[in-house]
């Protein structure tokens, strides 16, 4: 049999095997739910061994003269040295993420340009989907050289971070049974015993805010054209913010960054589940233009 026509058939051979064992990892890794990153790093093992075998292939079935052999070995060297050290940064970029924590699967972040929710951190890169619905793929390595803005706040670390101890949150967790506005007034109470003067001016709903276990606190601006009474335009701005109270389950907060003819706008929306914030953003966006450009007043 012709060598190059054997090379064609081994060759071929291999990428059949390595089609059906990535295939078969794929499913046990659905079904039995392995851990994403240990799944990513079988496929890299496994993609450099089906390489390894093609240019063994190529060795031992082309009869190539040895000065040809040195050559080809020289360049192979150097195209698996530069793979590996791509591979090598990538991975080290994803064990620095998954180790320092700057974000975890679920949250709302916005890494460099992108904004959306985390739906995986791998090895080699990170999953997020965007408002729109759509995915990318963004490399580890990227993304430590990009801006990385967490929206997703884990209440617990909120606490230790404003010197709220933890017989305090016990203490407020006893009375969270209770009726509402007395709960809300002994949560209140036992708070202004704390050094909260950070936390309270940043969440000005803090006394509810603490039962959570985490929650999403995402910015966003929009300009607003001022051809009528300000105090026309505000109290739009306010029936949108009580709309949507019920909705993110905290009300909207807003406030007027610049002033004029044309104003900046920037809107704080608080809910315990970022997907939510994701479902909704359209529709805010939606209804904050129909409302604010109605020609009839409220």
């Given at each position: ?185 002994q949560i209140s109470s036992i708070l ?107």
């Open positions: 049999m012709n060598e190059y026509l054997l090379f064609l058939i081994v060759s071929a051979l291999i990428y059949f095997v390595y089609r059906v064992v990535m295939s078969f990892i794929n499913r046990m890794s659905k079904k039995r739910k392995y851990a994403v990153n240990a799944v990513n790093v079988l496929k890299i093992l496994i993609r450099v061994v089906t390489i390894i075998l093609y240019i063994i292939a190529l060795v031992v079935i082309i009869k190539i003269p040895d000065e040809y052999l040195v050559s080809l070995t020289s360049i192979s060297g150097i195209i698996i040295g530069f793979a590996a050290t791509e591979i090598m940064s990538q991975i080290i970029s994803g064990i620095y993420i998954i180790s320092t924590k700057p974000f975890g699967v679920n949250d709302f972040v916005q890494l460099g340009d992108t904004e959306g929710i985390v739906l995986e951190i791998g090895m080699n890169y990170t999953v997020v989907q965007r408002i729109d619905g759509t995915l990318v793929k963004i490399p580890n390595k990227k993304i430590l050289d990009s801006k990385v803005k967490n929206y997703t706040i884990k209440m617990k670390d909120e606490l230790e971070k404003n010197d709220i101890n933890e017989d305090t949150v016990e203490e407020i967790k006893k009375i969270s049974e209770s009726d509402e506005k007395k709960k809300k007034f202004s015993k704390q050094s909260t003067t950070n936390i309270k001016k940043l969440y000005k709903n803090f006394s509810d805010l603490i039962l959570e276990q985490e929650i999403t606190r995402y910015t966003f601006e929009i300009q607003v054209y001022f051809d009528e009474k300000p105090e026309i335009m505000l109290k739009k701005l306010d029936s949108i913010c009580k709309k949507y109270e019920s909705v993110y389950k905290y009300k909207p907060l807003y406030s007027i960054t610049s002033f004029g003819y044309r104003a900046t706008v920037q809107f704080i929306i608080t809910c315990p589940d970022a997907l939510v914030i994701v479902d909704q953003q359209e529709k805010l966006i939606n209804d904050l233009t129909n409302v604010l450009y109605q020609e009839e007043g409220i």
